[in-house]
């Protein structure tokens, strides 16, 4: 029986990646993965896909509706599906492949199967077959990600009413579609589905859109959003939906009660979170204690409270985030190598992957305001930005957040075409501890539509030029 020093459950961006930098760090490594291919549920079923049918999404509407002021005329834009989803499917097998790519040149041994944790130190693998394997290690990572979250009273057939999963997968436009949650991943599939043509409505249980998201973004994305076409149900909560004839009733109440109505769609997309997936991996059994929402209980150094048994990612506290749990599987690695891993929480960026784009990273004024800390604002507007105004794309802004007394960059938010590029530089910046007066001397090239970023700073430590 093979002995390695580390065995990793779960082959996500948080797995696979701490298993690499194990084994660049001379590690012996196994990895066993429940699904045919590795890459988790970013790779196969959320990030990857989702964004390549966001792109081709945005590339139909911007034929159909943008091209026309550019000085390009081209017949209405027929839509091919199929077509559409096979982009969608190329983009998985290459991303998929790469992972395995990865695994075998860093001579990383993979293992199909369900992944059980006997005890410390043995991990029984369950092949398709039903062949077991048990695996002897030194030391034990899960990293088995999360689930969609189910909303009780509703189930989930991922054809009429389906989970992002499904939301993928469906094979024509839907007329009505009812999304039930205004986060991220609702958002998102609701847009790819808008822009081919559903008439699309978001039911969100609280007061504002995009959750724990800067306020003052979330009231301008959702009249954006809006302007699109998509339609929102606020401070309300689906209790039912019921099939009728071909298509789907969806009772709808408001959130503190009150009297329901009943939407008509043909599918209805759940999208209300995510929750740890932990299930069949003999944690009990072996004694890895959970916390009240089912979450992996971790020191600062993601060791349960099982010798030799680790757990990073969706699993444990903290945002459910692919480049969140890459972090903790290199810093882990690390650490089990005998260096100093370190992640540093409060520089995580979030993007939506919207049209325009969503992107914050630190603190949103909500929290600034609810900590007592004195802080001072700046913001910046892409429509007064020249290569915005080029584009067309001048919907949206950056507002930077910074201590009062310090001027140290506390939190950047941003909406406009490319946000999810641009809040890197708010990333490093605070990495560093910088201010915005040091974002503001940065020479930012002219024009792009960085140059937002500088004016914002600009603004938050003096004037700006351009405002």
């Given at each position: 029986?093979?002995q ?13 990646v ?5 084994a660049q ?10 699904r045919?291919?590795h ?27 943008g ?34 790519f ?17 005890s ?12 077991k ?9 899960i990293?088995?990600g ?14 009429q ?14 007329g ?32 504002k859109?995009l959750?724990?998201?800067d ?21 309300s ?27 008509e ?19 009990q ?28 990612g969706?699993?444990i ?44 990273v ?24 020249g ?40 990333a ?13 001397r ?9 140059e ?16």
């Amino acid at each position: 029986m093979s002995q390695y020093d580390l065995v990793v459950i779960g082959t996500g961006p948080g797995g696979y990646v701490c298993a690499i930098k194990a084994a660049q760090l001379g590690l012996k490594v196994a990895v066993v993965e429940k699904r045919a291919t590795h890459g988790g549920t970013c790779l196969n079923v959320g990030c990857i896909p989702s964004k390549a049918l966001l792109h081709a999404s945005e590339m139909f509407e911007e034929a159909g509706h943008g091209f026309e002021s550019l000085g390009i005329k081209v017949s209405k834009p027929k839509l091919d599906l199929p077509v559409m989803m096979k982009h969608k499917q190329d983009v998985i097998d290459s991303n998929v492949n790469g992972v395995a790519f990865l695994l075998k040149k860093n001579k990383i041994e993979p293992f199909h199967g369900l992944g059980r944790i006997l005890s410390a130190g043995k991990v029984e693998v369950t092949a398709e077959d039903g062949s077991k394997t048990v695996l002897e290690t030194k030391n034990i990572v899960i990293a088995t990600g999360s689930e969609v979250m189910p909303l009780p009273g509703v189930e989930i057939d991922e054809k009429q009413v389906v989970s992002s999963t499904g939301a993928l997968e469906l094979e024509k436009v839907p007329g009505k579609l009812v999304v039930v949650g205004g986060g991220v991943i609702g958002l998102e599939l609701g847009s790819v589905w808008g822009r081919l043509g559903a008439e699309v409505t978001v039911v969100e249980f609280m007061d504002k859109i995009l959750g724990p998201m800067d306020g003052d973004v979330s009231k301008n994305f959702q009249r954006m959003l809006k302007k699109q076409g998509m339609e929102f149900k606020l401070s309300s909560k689906v209790t039912g939906v019921a099939k009728k004839g071909k298509g789907l009733e969806v009772t709808v109440e408001p959130a503190k009660g009150g009297d329901a109505q009943v939407l008509e769609a043909d599918v209805v997309l759940v999208a209300i979170g995510r929750r740890p997936y932990t299930e069949g991996l003999g944690l009990q059994e072996a004694g890895v204690a959970l916390d009240a929402r089912g979450r992996i209980e971790t020191n600062g150094h993601y060791a349960t409270n099982v010798p030799g048994i680790y757990a990073i990612g969706d699993v444990i506290v903290g945002p459910m985030l692919a480049h969140k749990a890459e972090d903790e599987g290199v810093a882990l690695a690390e650490m089990l190598a005998g260096q100093a891993g370190h992640v540093n929480y409060d520089v995580i960026p979030g993007v939506v992957y919207t049209q325009p784009e969503v992107a914050s990273v630190g603190k949103t004024e909500e929290e600034l305001k609810a900590a007592g800390v004195t802080y001072k604002a700046g913001k910046f507007a892409f429509a007064a930005n020249g290569r915005a105004r080029a584009m067309n794309h001048t919907d949206g802004f950056v507002k930077v957040l910074a201590d009062a007394e310090t001027d140290r960059v506390l939190g950047v938010h941003i909406i406009g075409f490319g946000a999810g590029e641009m809040i890197h530089e708010a990333a490093v910046l605070m990495e560093f501890g910088g201010s915005s007066e040091d974002l503001g001397r940065t020479c930012h090239a002219h024009p792009t539509m960085s140059e937002a970023v500088k004016e914002a700073a600009l603004s938050t430590f003096f004037k700006p030029i351009h405002a």
